[in-house]
């Protein structure tokens, strides 16, 4: 079983920066694959960054050259780091962990970009 608790959201204006921080408790973090998502009131979850077990690194297009995903084994923390932050970002961030079947996902974190 997989705990993981975010942190790291908040209020902050147009153009601002936030860190995301995803603790992981359990299991064996450097086998997982993990995701950053994001959902904003009435739309649908929306994958934002995300990193392979092996490295392999994706960002949605909307996010790309402002954001930035890294991971810390040895902490078993993920983070995003997100700048240039716009009105549009603001959601319910969401850290994922899967493999193979399983799937595990945080409580959320809200991020509040005003304009």
């Known amino acids: 079983q997989v705990q993981l608790v975010e942190s790291g959201g908040g209020l902050v204006q147009t153009g601002g920066s936030l860190r995301l921080s995803c603790l992981a408790f359990?299991?064996?973090?450097?086998?997982?694959?993990m995701g950053w998502y994001r959902q904003a009131p009435g739309k649908q979850r929306e994958l934002v960054a995300s990193i392979t077990s092996t490295g392999y690194i994706n960002y949605a297009d909307s996010v790309k050259g402002r954001f930035a995903v890294s991971e810390d084994n040895a902490k078993r923390t993920l983070y995003l780091q997100m700048n240039s932050l716009k009105p549009e970002d603001t959601a319910v961030y969401y850290c994922?962990?899967?493999?193979?079947?399983?799937?595990?996902w945080g409580q959320g974190t809200q991020v509040t970009v005003a304009s």
């Open positions: 994922q962990a899967s493999r193979g079947p399983f799937d595990y």
């Open positions: 359990g299991g064996f973090f450097n086998i997982f694959n």
